[in-house]
C-alpha cells in the first residue's frame, strides 16, 4: 500500500519570498508522484507530476517539485510567492499496478501575505 | 474542451435517504474516478471505473455504489444517508494510466441534515 505524508497543516510565507510545501511519500515500487492545488469551493488542479528522468519538474503558474528518491520526498517550490498562491496544496502517489488511483496527503494551507 | 462536469452542485438531503451524483468526464477519458472529501479526513478514493468496469474499490461500505455508462458519464448512489456521509464528493477523469494526470470537477456539496 502507498501513502503520503504532507507534515506541515499550514505554510506562511511572505509575497515575493520563496516557498517550499513538504511532501513525502511511501510505495512500493516506482513512485509516480502529482500535486494539485484546490481552491476555495473548487475542484482540485494539477499543478505537476513526477513519473521518471530529471528530479526537478516544471509545472503551471511557476511551481516546481524536486523528487528525492533517497529521502522520499516530492517538495513543491515556488522562487517567489503571490498573493494568489494562497490555497490548500495536495500531495498525491499513483500506484504503479495500472491504475489511475491517487491517495492523497492531507493538504497544506498555503497562505502568502502581501 | 470542456472540463469535468458534476451535477448537481450543491444537494441537501435528509438522512434514510438516498441520493445519485452524476459526473460527465472530459471527452475522450475512460477512468472516471470518485473521491469524498471531509474536513476530517480529508480526500479518500471511493471507486474508479475504466470502460464501464470497477477497476478499483477504496475502503467505504456498501452503501456507497457507482456505474458508469458507454459514453464514459458516471454516477454515484448512496443509500441509506448518515449524517458523517456529508462532503463534497469529487469525480476526477483520466486517460487511465497509472502516471495520467487526473481533471477534477468542481464536485458535488452534499449535506445531510
Known amino acids: 500500500a502507498q501513502s503520503v505524508a504532507q507534515p506541515e497543516d499550514q505554510v506562511n510565507v511572505a509575497e515575493g519570498n520563496p516557498l517550499t510545501v513538504k511532501c513525502t511519500y511511501s510505495v512500493s515500487g516506482n513512485p509516480y508522484l502529482f500535486w494539485y492545488v484546490q481552491y476555495p469551493n473548487r475542484g482540485l488542479q494539477f499543478l505537476l507530476k513526477?513519473?521518471?528522468?530529471?528530479?526537478l519538474v516544471k509545472g503551471s503558474y511557476g511551481f516546481e517539485a524536486e523528487f528525492n528518491k533517497s529521502q522520499t520526498s516530492f517538495h513543491l517550490k515556488k522562487p517567489s510567492a503571490l498573493v494568489s498562491d494562497s490555497a490548500l496544496y495536495f500531495c498525491?502517489?499513483?500506484?504503479?499496478?495500472?491504475?489511475?488511483?491517487?491517495?492523497f496527503g492531507k493538504g497544506t494551507m498555503l497562505l502568502v501575505s502581501p | 474542451k470542456a472540463g469535468v462536469t458534476q451535477t448537481p452542485r450543491y444537494l441537501i438531503k435528509t438522512r434514510g435517504q438516498q441520493v445519485t451524483l452524476s459526473c460527465s468526464p472530459i471527452?475522450?477519458?475512460?477512468?472516471v474516478s470518485w473521491y469524498q472529501q471531509t474536513p476530517g479526513q480529508g480526500l479518500q478514493f471511493l471507486f474508479e471505473y475504466f470502460s464501464e468496469t470497477q477497476r478499483n474499490k477504496g475502503n467505504f461500505p456498501g452503501r456507497f455504489s457507482g456505474r458508469q455508462f458507454s459514453n464514459s458519464r458516471s454516477e454515484m448512489n448512496v443509500s441509506t444517508l448518515e449524517l458523517g456521509d456529508s462532503a463534497l464528493y469529487l469525480c476526477?477523469?483520466?486517460?487511465?494510466?497509472?502516471?495520467?494526470?487526473?481533471?477534477f470537477g468542481q464536485g458535488t456539496r452534499l449535506t445531510v441534515v
Open positions: 513526477y513519473i521518471t528522468g530529471d528530479n
Open positions: 498525491a502517489v499513483s500506484p504503479g499496478s495500472g491504475y489511475s488511483t491517487l491517495t
Open positions: 476526477a477523469s483520466s486517460l487511465g494510466g497509472q502516471y495520467s494526470e487526473a481533471f
Open positions: 471527452s475522450g477519458h475512460r477512468s
